[in-house]
Structure formats: structure tokens, C-alpha cells
């Protein structure tokens, strides 16, 4: 392959069409993810009844299934809608359920006692939860959030699965302008690395940060 093909497959394919769609793909899943996770956290972790139970079933259902059948699902399912649209609602899903587990293992994970002096002061559950709770919770599952966000963008090439034209789809396409395997999809492993290790790097600085504004600045990890 000579350099002004490699500089196509991976500038042109790669970087300039299939990467935008994948980080849309990404912030897409990962907004609805941590809208879902948040919210059925907190009532998993407040053990509101019937909807523990239905949440639950949901959990282990998302997380007992291949995601590659749970997006199978929904596009057999869903005439209208585009791959894009479909895939970002089985992904959302899908990261929802495990976000959900680690927001309650947070919750849990509180003193009990700063519930009872909560109520004790008569402050008001949404005050208790937002200004006690879930920064304690952001403290302890950031690590767990950060390590799910890095599976939701190696999770993404699941997507190619019903058309959605991101990394891993863009490459299988590109196989039929060149024969060198390899380098096609050692492109999209390096590009996958990239984000995935920056995250991770980031992730560690944000985790630090955090703490400080949580714990103060004499509190050192």
C-alpha cells in the first residue's frame, strides 16, 4: 500500500467520516446512559418498591444479553429510525443497566448515619440526595464511570452490526478498495487506542480533581 492510500484510508475514511460519527455515537450513548443510570440508581438505591423490582429485571436482562443481540433486536423492531438513532438507544440501554448498579452500589455505600442526620435537620430528599449523597457517590463510582465509558467506545463497533457507518464498519467497507487487511483495521485499532488511553488519562486527572473539590486540598490520594 503506498503512502497516498494509506493517507486516504486513514485521514479520509477514518478521521474525516467515520470518527465523527463514532464520538457522536459516544456522547449520544453516553448522555442517555448516565440519564438512565442516574435515575434508576437512585430509586435502586432507595429501594422504592415495584419499581426496584422492574428495575432490577432490567439490569439483569441487559446485562445477561449479548449487545450485539440487543441492538439486532431493536433494528428488527424499530421500522422507523436510522442506524444512528437505533444504535445510540441499544447502547444507552445497555451502559444504562451497568451505570444503574454502580449509582446504587454508591448509594449503599453512604453512612448510614448521614441519612439520619438529614432527617433530623428535616432537609428535603432532593437537598439530602444532591448536596450529601451524590457527591459522596460521584467520589467512590467515578473510577467504575470512567472504566464503563472506556467499554461504551471499544462497545461502539457493535454498531456495525446494523449499518452504522462508524470506525469498525467504515474499515469493513474500505476492505474492498485495498487488500491489505492489516493495515485497514490496524488503523482503526490504533484510533480506538488513542481515545481509550486519553480517556483513561484524563479520567485519572479528573478523578483527582474531583477529590480535591469534594475532600478538600490537603486530602492526597
Known amino acids: 500500500m503506498s503512502l497516498a492510500s494509506l493517507k486516504t484510508l486513514f485521514v479520509d475514511t477514518l478521521v474525516v467520516q467515520a470518527l465523527p460519527v463514532t464520538l457522536q455515537l459516544i456522547l449520544g450513548a453516553?448522555?442517555?446512559?448516565?440519564?438512565?443510570?442516574?435515575?434508576?440508581?437512585?430509586?435502586?438505591?432507595?429501594?422504592?418498591?415495584?419499581?426496584?423490582q422492574i428495575l432490577g429485571v432490567y439490569a439483569q436482562l441487559c446485562r445477561g444479553i449479548p449487545d450485539m443481540l440487543v441492538l439486532l433486536f431493536l433494528y428488527a423492531t424499530m421500522t422507523s429510525g436510522s442506524t444512528y438513532s437505533i444504535a445510540v438507544l441499544g447502547m444507552s440501554l445497555i451502559q444504562g443497566a451497568y451505570i444503574m448498579e454502580i449509582i446504587k452500589g454508591g448509594i449503599l455505600s453512604v453512612d448510614k448515619g448521614q441519612w439520619e442526620a438529614a432527617k433530623a435537620m428535616s432537609l428535603p430528599m432532593p437537598i439530602t440526595l444532591f448536596r450529601i449523597v451524590i457527591p459522596q457517590v460521584m467520589l467512590v463510582a467515578l473510577p467504575a464511570l470512567i472504566g464503563q465509558l472506556v467499554m461504551l467506545i471499544k462497545g461502539t463497533s457493535v454498531a456495525s452490526t446494523i449499518g452504522c457507518l462508524e470506525l469498525t464498519k467504515r474499515a469493513v467497507i474500505a476492505m474492498s478498495g485495498y487488500s491489505n487487511a492489516l493495515i485497514v483495521y490496524g488503523c482503526v485499532l490504533i484510533i480506538f487506542f488513542i481515545m481509550c488511553h486519553a480517556l483513561t488519562v484524563a479520567g485519572k486527572q479528573l478523578e483527582k480533581y474531583v477529590v480535591k473539590?469534594?475532600?478538600g486540598e490537603k486530602y492526597e490520594r
Not at 453516553?30 to 426496584?52: E, H, Q, S, T
Open 30 to 52: 453516553f448522555i442517555g446512559a448516565c440519564i438512565i443510570g442516574l435515575a434508576g440508581g437512585i430509586i435502586r438505591g432507595l429501594k422504592i418498591p415495584v419499581l426496584y
Open 213 to 215: 473539590r469534594i475532600m
